[in-house]
């Protein structure tokens, strides 16, 4: 008897390389000028891939589609390591050049960045743990006090690597800009997700990883302060153990590290291929 075919659902999807971003305080900006504040963060966005070699949000075979505030952006996986580095070095220095020429009158940016890497399901590349986990990682708790950091020494981006992005990237040498000592690693954990605990790496392009456990705090509310220098997570390296006020405590993963672990609603999403 011939052996029947493989359902679909048996197939591993496509994996991608998965950027996203959010400016800080969106809705904050007065109505009039949203418009003019996401179009600049649009430019400077598709300049610096530009000038990383990656594919800018105009060439997207789907359409250009966001949420607002931000979006997620779909790579082949090979390009993972570019846009850790050097995309976030140069996004970061376009970020501060564009501050000191915005006009006085023009809202601020600041903009939260995650990495990661993993399966994207469906025929609209709408569906699949890693887009859950990019975004639970942009909404972290962390990478909002990371951000705060970059702010109080006057720079304007942070961002967050999955586990996953930073061992195939950073550890595995792919990126020569960067080393272990740029980044943290600690726990996310989304104020409003209860169950969602996921190891990370934050960065801010200009900072030493260590520098930004001081603004790390066990604080639930994204809005809130921080709770000042306390015992946190060593910047690189293997994981030491969990010290009392570092965010979220133990890790507890739901599902092997290449995937995500808490499967809900995503937002809008860009997919990007290198065009031949």
């Not at 996203?20 to 430019?43: G, H, L, N, Q």
């Not at 040498?173 to 997700?193: C, D, E, I, R």
């Not at 801010?204 to 921080?226: H, N, R």
């Amino acid at each position: 008897m011939a052996s029947s075919p493989h359902p679909e659902e048996a197939e591993v999807p496509a994996e991608f390389a998965l950027l996203s971003f959010d400016m800080e305080k969106y809705s904050k900006i007065p109505e009039a000028r949203m418009e003019s504040a996401r179009s600049d963060v649009d430019d400077i966005l598709a300049n610096v891939l530009a000038d990383c070699g990656l594919p800018g949000p105009k060439e997207l075979p789907h359409g250009y589609k966001d949420g607002g505030d931000g979006a997620i952006l779909l790579f082949p996986p090979a390009v993972l390591a570019r846009i850790i580095d050097p995309l976030l070095a140069r996004l970061g220095q376009a970020l501060v050049r564009y501050d000191q020429q915005r006009l006085a009158s023009s809202p601020l940016v600041r903009l939260r960045v995650s990495v990661h890497a993993g399966p994207v399901t469906g025929p609209e590349l709408r569906g699949g743990n890693a887009l859950v986990e990019v975004s639970r990682l942009l909404d972290s708790q962390a990478l909002r006090q990371a951000l705060k950091a970059a702010g109080e020494n006057d720079l304007f981006l942070a961002a967050a690597l999955s586990e996953t992005a930073y061992q195939r990237c950073v550890h595995g040498g792919y990126t020569p800009q960067l080393t272990p000592l740029h980044f943290l690693q600690t726990t996310a954990q989304v104020s409003n997700k209860p169950d969602y605990q996921a190891l990370c790496r934050l960065h801010v392009p200009g900072m030493p990883g260590a520098a930004l456990a001081p603004y790390l705090s066990d604080e639930p509310d994204p809005g809130a302060p921080p709770a000042g220098p306390s015992p946190q997570p060593g910047p690189c390296g293997p994981s030491p153990a969990p010290a009392p006020t570092a965010p979220g405590g133990g890790i507890q993963f739901h599902a092997p590290l290449y995937g995500a672990t808490v499967g809900e609603h995503i937002g809008q999403v860009h997919n990007s291929y290198p065009r031949h």
